[in-house]
């Protein structure tokens, strides 16, 4: 039986597969089209077109191009179940990370709806939940950064989450300050066992830090008195430990600015 041949032109009419895609699958081994001698075109015959039909299948069933290689060579129906196990395993997890990252995407869009009412204004905040993992000295402690690592999950977490800066302070100034690796949690169960930050009253506020704004001066001791002062305008007595996330960076005239969260726990009546 004679078959068709077809041009590289007409397999994207046929099957919607660019000129890049078809020398990619040729590159893999997926199809080998013959080559017209008097012109060195390529020629593709029904089989190939067959071939192209059943390696996309697979391909949108999350096989690899090296997987639907080895696939053609020959593959019991039990290794392909077990094959086909592995990738759904796979793209769980990938749809779970994804899932994660759109979360984090949600969350950094409200707070930068919410720094055009909170930037430089004071409000009084519920402090979130956060688990204390580890610490280190300094945020530009760069050497202490593989404790840090260590308590990620690098394919979901980014370092700037995962840490907070402490500060303690009385009303002479500040006394301390450290980084804590935390994890962020919604609820705590009665049988999680760990140290957990939890303060239902704080002094809230949002700065602007970075080079764009403050050049290399530090800005924590302007922004704590004027916090303080704002509390005790309140009447609110701070219970000398503050804590700072780092939520949001852009860039302008290639300078960072770093927009800060601030949380100042206070006295309960």
Known sequence: MERNTYRTSQLFEILG??????????????????????????????????TLLVADFYIKRNLSMKEVRKLQEGRAIE????????????????????KFMLQKIKET????????????????RKFPTYEVIDEFSDFYSFLEYPALLQNMDMMKDDILSKIMRKFTFDENGFLDSKMYIV??????????????????????TIVEDGRYQNGNSDIKYKVFESTVEWGNEQGLKPKGVAFVNTRLITYLDNKERAFLEIYVPVEEE
């Open 183 to 204: 994890e962020k949690h919604e609820t705590i169960h009665k049988e999680n066992i760990g140290c957990y930050l939890q303060y239902s009253k704080c002094i809230y």
């Open 109 to 124: 869009k409200v707070f930068c709806e919410e720094l055009k009412e909170h930037l430089n204004q004071y409000s009084i």
């Open 79 to 98: 290794e392909l179940e077990t094959l086909l196990e592995v990738k759904a395993e796979q793209l769980e997890e990938t749809i779970r990370n994804k």
């Open 17 to 50: 597969v660019s000129r890049d895609a078809l020398r990619y699958y040729e590159k893999q081994g997926i199809v080998k089209p013959n080559h017209d001698e008097s012109n060195n075109y390529r020629q593709y015959n029904d089989y190939d077109i067959y």
